[in-house]
């Protein structure tokens, strides 16, 4: 089994930053992709960041510019570094990782419980 684990969320006041980690443990052979998603309340779940295991990245729309993702393959971590945080920043953020358990099988998708980010003075 595959387990992904956010950590670091919590309070921060407008304009501070927050650095997010993501903890991919179990039957892996690579973590293919890792990814940040973000769901505001009443809103659907949105992409932020990507990080392939070659070092290439993606970054959506929705925070560009205040954000970046990195990870250390050798430990399975990803990260998401978040700058000039804004009271509208205030969610749930998940680490989605794109899991091969071995070499002869496609990525399978495995998401966390979601860390609470609440932005506010």
């Known amino acids: 089994q595959v387990q992904v684990v956010e950590s670091g969320g919590g309070l921060v006041q407008p304009g501070r930053s927050l650095r997010l980690s993501c903890e991919v443990s179990?039957?892996?052979?690579?973590?293919?992709?890792m990814n940040w998603w973000r769901q505001l309340p009443g809103l659907q779940r949105e992409f932020i960041a990507a990080?392939?295991?070659?070092?290439?990245?993606a970054y959506g729309d929705s925070m560009k510019g205040r954000v970046s993702i990195s990870r250390d393959n050798a430990k399975n971590m990803g990260y998401l570094q978040m700058d000039s945080l804004k009271p509208e920043d205030t969610g749930v953020y998940y680490c989605?990782?794109?899991?091969?358990?071995?070499?002869?099988?496609?990525?399978?998708?495995?998401w966390g419980q979601g860390t609470q980010v609440t932005v506010s003075a």
């Open positions: 989605h990782a794109s899991v091969r358990k071995n070499a002869g099988r496609p990525p399978e998708d495995y």
């Open positions: 179990g039957k892996i052979w690579t973590v293919a992709s």
């Open positions: 990080m392939a295991s070659g070092g290439g990245t």
